[in-house]
């Protein structure tokens, strides 16, 4: 059901919440965000984190979303790509989200606020420009061996969506290579902090969405590949 979300635009308009409304969740509300977790996949461990709910308000939000994982560079990574997913699915149904790593509950390497955006204050107009989380690192950045020349639209698009994911401090610690019209690699040392696989979320719920199936594979440490077959546009 969660595959046919619009990612592209999830990703495109998704970014940092910090001003929230005053809003107690409601059994509804919390089944709503339930729905959102499960729709996640993961992608090294067997199953998915068991990510829960606390009661607390960091910037007014109505509560903050974690898991405990353990601090390997495999799990973080696994706990930005399972996470990355679930914002995702939470901006679909009109929550906003900020990862957040000044907050680390029980077992956790960062969390993750959610509520229902407000209008933004001064204080998160602030944190918004001094993190600048509006500017990304250009394509030429990112793909420092270029394009091929052939590169589809497709690899494009997915390659967009990996840029713009979001990183902590917004180091954007990463560079993509494109490998053939159906796979690029992502590379990055993201350190204690679950980056690099909110990258690859970003990239492969794209691909998926584009191509009806994308397939993440770990190549080596901090190397990992995005593959698809895109059966859906041979058809058209
Ligand atoms: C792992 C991680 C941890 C983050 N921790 C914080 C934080 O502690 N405080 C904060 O205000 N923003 C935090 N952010 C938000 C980033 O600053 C933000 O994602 C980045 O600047 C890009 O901006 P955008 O999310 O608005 O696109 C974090 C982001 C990530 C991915």
């Not at 595959?3 to 969740?25: A, F, G, I």
């Not at 420092?144 to 589809?152: I, K």
């Not at 350190?191 to 909110?198: A, N, Q, T, Y």
Request: hydrophobic content about 40%.
């Amino acid at each position: 059901m969660e595959t046919q979300l619009n990612y592209v635009s999830l990703v495109r308009d998704r970014h940092s919440t910090r001003s929230y409304e005053l809003h107690p969740l409601t059994d509804a509300d919390r089944k709503d965000i339930a729905q959102a977790i499960a729709s996640a996949v993961p992608l090294t461990a067997t199953s998915l984190l068991d990510w829960r709910l606390a009661d607390k308000s960091i910037m007014g939000c109505s509560a903050v979303l974690y898991a405990e994982c353990g601090s390997s560079a495999d799990e973080l990574i696994d706990y930005g790509y399972q996470g990355q997913q679930i914002v995702l699915a939470l901006l679909a149904r009109e929550w906003g989200t900020c990862w957040y790593y000044q907050v680390r509950l029980p077992g956790s390497p960062c969390s993750i606020t959610v509520g229902r955006p407000a209008t933004p204050g001064l204080r998160s107009a602030v944190v918004g420009a001094l993190s600048r989380g509006h500017t990304r690192k250009t394509i030429e950045q990112v793909v420092p061996e270029g394009m091929l020349q052939d590169s589809a639209a497709l690899v494009r698009t997915v390659l967009e969506s990996a840029r713009l994911a979001p990183s902590a401090m917004n180091r954007q610690p990463w560079t993509f290579k494109v490998i053939s019209p159906n796979q690029i690699v992502v590379q990055g040392n993201t350190g204690r902090f679950p980056d690099l696989g909110i990258c690859l979320a970003n990239a492969m719920v794209t691909a998926r969405q584009l191509a009806g199936a994308a397939t993440v594979t770990r190549l080596d440490t901090g190397e990992y590949s995005v593959s698809w077959q895109d059966t859906r546009l041979r058809k058209d």
